[in-house]
Each structure stands twice: as structure tokens, then as C-alpha cells.
């Protein structure tokens, strides 16, 4: 099958698009026949050789996708085949940050994908939710669920959003609009009007941020860079992070980090009915074919990412 090969740690520019075997179902797994996938910033750091990660090469990358079932490991009883499903399955070598239902996979920049069936993170795709909306929706759509969550905003909360044009900056923003937050979001001037329609009142250049603010949401920044974030929350304020590792501060302040990989604040199921409902979406900006999908990955790292990239397969 063709999928997007990574031979050894290293940039985008080194992966290409090749064959490798069509992944094969074991016991409690599904086969999928990709139709869409979509990128986001840690299936790629993955492979970069940043983290501490053991992985098999050749590696074939990424995390969301929708497509179709196609064969059933024994003891599967969710899913049969032809049926459409969606989500969000890690790499197997990433076993460690999973509880009791791992959602792993073999990558989803590929014709086939295998994935555990039993978890919470992979769901039936509704019919009403196109396969490249899924395919986007899934990580960011279930980061974002997650973050309105932890980060309990009030009617009338001022909050501090960072990384507000990404993939989850773009799925949060209207919810914490929909909240009732008078919302201040990191923006470049090119993203100023994109950010203003999905719901900020106020826009700022990155580093120039507001003070006495009740929350601040960072999607952006590594934690050696929020050192000031003690001086910016009013006293009481909270901050929401997805950044790993999570800052550490002295004194502490109330700091919530968001990783939910067991799906306690949100399942895929609760994205696709959030999405369905027009609650929830995902902003593609850019599409690929497969054959491309070593060059969508390389604009996405080297590029200002705005929304979703997505890879139609």
C-alpha cells in the first residue's frame, strides 16, 4: 500500500511517499481503508527524534482518520466490516501515555490503517459528518471538549488564548465565545480577521499579553516559555495547557494540564454528536492527495499553520 515512510529520526524533508505491507488486524483490532487523515503537531515531533521514543522504521505517521472497516480482528464485536468510523489512535511505541483502552495504530498517512477497537477515542463516523471534517475534528475536536472542561469559564471571563489560529485554536475559540468569555487571542496580523469572526474580542501580537485576566489557554507554547504567566492571572485565574511537559511553577499558581488519553472529559463519540450538532468543527485550510501528503507534511512544520491540514487518500 502506499503511505507516507519514514526511514530514521529526522525532518519532513526526509520522509517520502512509498510502499509498505498493508497492516493486518490481530485479536481486538479493526482494519480501516483510509479515506482522510489530518495532521497535527505531535504525530510529527514523533518521528523527529525530539522525544525519547523508541519507534520501528520504517514508520508510517499520523493520528486522525476516517475511513471504512474493512476486516475484524477476533473478539470485535463494535464494529463490522463496511461500517464508517473515526478518531484518533497513537503510535504503538507510545503505549506508556494510554490507560486501560489504548487507542494505538500503524499509522494513519497510509491506504489501510490497524487501530484497537475497544476504546474511546475511535467511534462510528455519522453520516452527517463528511469524512475529511471527521478526519480533522477528531484530535482537535476532542482537545478542545476537553479544554472547555478543565477549564470551567464562566459568563463574562476574560481569557488569554494562545495559538488561537491553529487546529485547536480554531475549534476552542468559538466555544469559549459561546461561553460567554471576553476572549484576547494571540494573532498575527494576517490572522486578525479569522480570529475576530470565530469569536475573539480582542486580538495581540504574540508576548505583548494582557494582564489580570481570569484564564489563560495555551495551545502553543513550550512550558520554558510561560514564566509569566503567574504575573498575567488575576489572583484565583487559572492556566489550561496541552503543551508537554507541563509547566512547574514557584510558588504554584493553578495550572490544569490537558492530556486525556484515557477520554475521562471527552470521548470520539461526543466530538462526532458535538459535530453533527454544529457545535463543534474543524477548519481545513489546506488539502492533499496521498501522493503528496510528504510535502503537506513538510508546510506544516515549515509553514504559519492556520486551522487543519487534511490528506485525502
Known sequence: MQAVVVGAYGPPEDYAVGEVPVPLPGPGQIQVRVAAASL?????????????????????????????????????????????????????????????????????LAEYVVVEADTALIAHRPAALAPDQAAAVATVGFTALGIMKTAAIQPGETVLLIGGAGGVGTAVLPLLAAAGAHVTATARPEDVALLRGLGAAETVPYGEYPVDVDAIVNLALPAAELSWTPDALRAGGRLVTITFPPPEFDPPIDSR?????????ATMRDVGAAAVRGDLSALITRRYPLAEADRACVDFVRGHTVGKYVVLV
Open 257 to 265: 494540564p490537558v492530556l486525556d488519553m484515557e477520554a475521562r472529559l
Open 40 to 108: 497535527n503537531p505531535g504525530d510529527l515531533r514523533v518521528s523527529s527524534g525530539e522525544f525519547d521514543v523508541d519507534l520501528e522504521f520504517p514508520f508510517v505517521p499520523g493520528n486522525d482518520f476516517a475511513g471504512t472497516v474493512t476486516e475484524v480482528g477476533a473478539g470485535v464485536r463494535e464494529y463490522r466490516l463496511g461500517e464508517e468510523v473515526f478518531g484518533l489512535a497513537i503510535p504503538r511505541a507510545l503505549r506508556s501515555l494510554t490507560g486501560a483502552r489504548p487507542s494505538l495504530s500503524t499509522g494513519a
